[in-house]
Antibody, heavy 119, light 106 residues
Framework: QVQLQESGPGLVKPSETLSLTCTVSGDPITTTQSYWSWIRQPPGRPLEWIGSVYFSGTTYYSPSLTGRVSMSVDTSRSQFSLRLSSVTAADMAVYYC???????????WGQGTHVTVSS | DIQMTQSPSSLSASVGDRVTITCRASQSIGTYLNWYQQKPGKAPNLLIHFASSLQSGIPSRFSGSGSGTDFTVTISSLQPEDFATYYCQQSHSSPYSFGQGTRLDI
């Protein structure tokens, strides 16, 4: 059974870049028809899809974040990563990584990591 | 963007009750609708996909229905472990949006 674990700084300064990594275990990150996604949950607001990446490196981003977001996959380390630039208080959230059979369905989730934006 | 609206926002019920939560999409999404359950401090857990397909391992007391813009998830007989927050999510078109959640309390 696949397991996902987010890691990265819990505190980011405004205008800087948020960087998170998700480590995958229990199943190869190269499994076909597995898409790797980032989803966040700001306090008091709905869950928000940030984007998804396939092991080939193909990426899919939310239009509202395009220009600030980038994702990548490191198959040798069974990890995929999120970078979000120019963060503001609006980017404060619990960030989840997830896996699914498409970029729009999430069957397995990490436990989540809380990110605070503050100077 | 497609907006997802759930009702009610919160609901109080008792063990053994039958409960229905509604989700409405701002435009037709066919059956591209998923339901998740989230317990405090935990990640969401997929319950139902494509409006009515029960995810493997989910108890049969959960059921989903609907198409187009109006969807429901029903719990036929509430169990203590079902008290949680429920989210709908459309998988029709990007960005893949979620409802605001329905909190189910004892």
């Amino acid at each position: 059974q696949v397991q996902l674990q987010e890691s990265g700084p819990g505190l980011v300064k405004p205008s800087e870049t948020l960087s998170l990594t998700c480590t995958v275990s229990g199943d190869p990150i190269t499994t076909t028809q597995s898409y790797w996604s980032w989803i966040r949950q700001p306090p008091g607001r709905p869950l928000e899809w940030i984007g998804s990446v396939y092991f080939s490196g193909t990426t899919y981003y939310s239009p509202s974040l395009t220009g600030r977001v980038s994702m990548s996959v490191d198959t040798s380390r069974s990890q995929f990563s999120l970078r979000l630039s120019s963060v503001t208080a609006a980017d404060m959230a619990v960030y989840y990584c997830a896996r699914g059979p498409s970029i729009a369905l999430y069957r397995a989730w990490g436990q989540g990591t809380h990110v605070t934006v503050s100077s | 963007d497609i907006q997802m609206t759930q009702s009610p926002s919160s609901l109080s019920a008792s063990v053994g009750d039958r409960v229905t939560i509604t989700c409405r999409a701002s435009q037709s999404i066919g059956t591209y609708l998923n339901w998740y359950q989230q317990k405090p401090g935990k990640a969401p857990n997929l319950l139902i996909h494509f409006a009515s397909s029960l995810q493997s391992g989910i108890p049969s007391r959960f059921s989903g229905s609907g198409s187009g813009t109006d969807f429901t998830v029903t719990i036929s007989s509430l169990q203590p472990e079902d008290f949680a927050t429920y989210y709908c999510q459309q998988s029709h078109s990007s960005p893949y949006s979620f409802g605001q959640g329905t909190r189910l309390d004892i």
